[in-house]
Each structure stands twice: as structure tokens, then as C-alpha cells.
């Protein structure tokens, strides 16, 4: 049984900075390229931030290029992302998801491409 638990939300003044963790179990973590999305209440579902396998190659939201760092831990089956100069507009429930390495990068920012989700972790920006 897949699981993905995350963990790091919390609510920060805007400008401060937060690292998300998402730790997995069930299946080769280093088999599957790993995702962070974030939704907000009447919305879809939004892409954040993607990294293959082995993390060389990442893949980011124009709205928090510059800003947010994923990163991957295969050893300990966890990944991460660090978020910095967070703005208010960043307040959302932040999830982690695993899904297929072959995934065009013209799809990876599509929750469909991915088949296991995390619970999700809340993060609220003051401002």
C-alpha cells in the first residue's frame, strides 16, 4: 500500500520561509518522479514543482520560480520543498504526489498524471 505523508505546513508572516516534507512508503520511491501541487478553497488543483528520479532535472510554476526549491532524499524515500519569500498568495493546502517518470513534460503539471496523493498540509501566508 502506497502512502504519502506531509508534514512542515504552518502559518508564517509573508517574506519568511517553510520546508515541506513528504515521506512515502509502498513502492521504490526512486522509481517515480515526484510532484507538489497546491489547491485553495473553489479551485483546481495547481501545479508547484516536479523532480525526476534521480533529481537532476526539476520543473517549476512560474509563480514560484526563483522561490521554491523541490528536492528529493532517495534514500530516506522523502521529498521536499523549500519555499522562501513566501507571499500571501502562497496560502494553500500543499501536496505531494507520486507518478510515472515517462510523463511528457507536457503533462507533468496535470494531477492525473500522478497515482498516489498525499493528505496535504496547510499553509497560511500573513501578510
Known amino acids: 500500500q502506497v502512502q504519502l505523508v506531509e508534514s512542515g505546513g504552518g502559518l508564517v508572516q509573508a517574506g519568511a520561509s517553510l520546508r515541506l516534507s513528504c515521506a512515502a512508503s509502498?513502492?521504490?520511491?526512486?522509481?517515480?518522479?515526484m510532484g507538489w501541487f497546491r489547491q485553495t478553497p473553489g479551485k483546481e488543483r495547481e501545479f508547484v514543482a516536479r523532480i525526476s528520479t534521480r533529481g537532476d532535472r526539476t520543473y517549476y510554476a512560474d509563480s514560484v520560480k526563483g522561490r521554491f526549491t523541490i528536492a528529493r532524499d532517495n534514500p530516506k524515500n522523502t521529498a521536499y520543498l523549500q519555499m522562501n519569500s513566501l507571499k500571501p498568495k502562497d496560502t494553500a493546502v500543499y501536496f505531494c504526489a507520486s507518478g510515472s517518470r515517462f510523463t511528457a513534460v507536457s503533462d507533468m503539471n496535470r494531477p492525473e498524471k500522478y497515482d498516489y496523493w498525499g493528505q496535504g498540509t496547510q499553509v497560511t501566508v500573513s501578510s
Open positions: 509502498g513502492r521504490t520511491f526512486s522509481d517515480y518522479a
